[in-house]
């Protein structure tokens, strides 16, 4: 999962509570414009602790696991379509 995924994920879970972008920056901590960053992978770093802080109060939870190097669905997906856009479909 690259950052930018990461990003949408947490907005869409911040979005299905119904949470504002204020409203979760203040409880962990963030500006809202550094959310808002992080939400759309456009942060140029953050620290580890602050996106476990920002997970959890989201009910969710960063996982480490091996990387198998076999590409994800959302890989192959854009991969499909850039063969596509080559081929001029």
Do not use: C, W, Y
């Not at 999962?1 to 994920?9: I, N, V, W």
């Not at 809202?32 to 959890?56: C, F, H, N, W, Y």
């Amino acid at each position: 999962m690259d950052l930018t995924e990461f990003g949408q994920t947490l907005r869409l879970q911040r979005k299905s509570l119904g949470f504002s972008q204020q409203t979760v920056a203040d409880a962990v901590g963030l500006a809202r414009p550094t959310l808002s960053k992080i939400e759309t992978g456009q942060v140029p770093d953050i620290g580890i602790r602050k996106l476990m802080r920002l997970a959890e109060h989201l009910g969710l939870r960063l996982i480490l696991e091996e990387d198998t190097f076999r590409p994800t669905l959302q890989q192959l997906i854009n991969e499909n379509r850039q063969e596509k856009q080559k081929r001029g479909r």
